[in-house]
């Protein structure tokens, strides 16, 4: 049973920073591709970041360009997203997902329950 389960989400002050952490069972870690999405209240899920099943390549959203940033360690089946210079409007449901290296959800075959990130201005 694959299982994949973010932790790290909270409140913070504009222009903070959290860390995300997604730890990841039941599957080779290693074959799969991880991405970060998020949804706020009454909008669509968007992407937010992706990276290789290497850790070589990495995609962001233009929105997180510069302040957010993906690493993975294979060792620890877990993938992490840093996210610095938080903005009111990175306030959503973040998730991690297994797939596809890809932008698009439906790439991605796995995906955790979620965790709250609050950015208050």
């Known amino acids: 049973q694959v299982q994949l389960v973010e932790s790290g989400g909270g409140l913070v002050q504009a222009g903070g920073s959290l860390s995300l952490s997604c730890a990841a069972s039941?599957?080779?870690?290693?074959?799969?591709?991880m991405g970060w999405f998020r949804q706020a209240p009454g909008k669509e899920r968007e992407f937010v970041v992706a990276?290789?099943?290497?850790?070589?390549?990495?995609y962001h959203a233009d929105s997180v360009k510069g302040r957010f940033t993906i690493s993975r360690d294979n060792t620890k089946n877990t993938v992490y997203l840093q996210m610095n210079s938080l903005k009111p409007e990175d306030t959503a449901v973040y998730y991690c997902a297994a797939g596809r290296l890809s932008s698009q959800g439906l790439d991605y075959d796995y995906w955790g329950q979620g965790t709250q990130v609050t950015a208050s201005s």
């Open positions: 990276i290789s099943r290497s850790g070589v390549t990495t």
């Open positions: 039941g599957l080779t870690f290693s074959s799969y591709a």
